[in-house]
């Protein structure tokens, strides 16, 4: 087994610079608030019970923790790699912003609906990166991510094994589980380098669909400001790149 190919991307003919660029803010920027983190998520996270405007920007620069950065890096660096290479650099800049912006609208819609306290801070890049996914989805549907991306979906599963009695009472916590160790065993055992995008982000969206099933709507994670991402990412692109390539 050549382990080198699940690691093979084609990078094509031009590098991604903005997304690198937006992955070393994110970086440096967790390594400097890592210390005060409850100050940096009040100053620049988006806190719909006070909104300021200019954190709309910033708060997809603020990440929770190391695991949560590593996960967002990760998606960012390959949904770039693909759609840098598609469309212009201003285009793909006002699409992550546009993402970012509509998730927090989305995110204080669903806080008040849901009843979740609006003074929690919403940080973290998820959203702008849910609207690239949207887009690679769209324009990209067949283009292949590493098949190591599916090492993603443990990140919910971890959360699970924390509390491993769900695991044995809930079907939903074990339908998880089958699915990540199913589509692991088969990229093994049959040498899958690669992925299509709509089977990456297939796959995610009914991980998500499922742990929401068992684990209901929590103040952890905004399920609804990821799907406001995704529908501001689409609807950007008609808006930012009609005559794109």
Known sequence: MNLARYFGLDMQE????????ITMMCVVIFLFTTNNLPYY???FGFIPASPRIYTL???SFIHANMAHLISNVIMLI???IILENYIDNLSYVLIYMTSGVVSAVFDTVSRGVLSISPSLPFVGASGAIFGLAGVAMLVKPYEK???FTVLLFAVPLFMLVSNYSQLLTNPFAMLLVLMFVGLTTAIVLFEIPSLPTLVIFFYYTVFTI???????????VSYIGHLGGLLGGVLSFF??????K
């Open 210 to 220: 499922l742990f929401i099933l068992m684990e209901g709507f929590t103040q952890n």
């Open 78 to 80: 390959l949904l770039g």
């Open 41 to 43: 998520e009040s100053s």
């Open 239 to 244: 808006l930012f790149c009609r005559k794109g």
């Open 14 to 21: 031009k590098f991604p610079v903005i997304t690198m660029v």
């Open 57 to 59: 920007l910033t708060y």
């Open 145 to 147: 991510l590493p098949s």
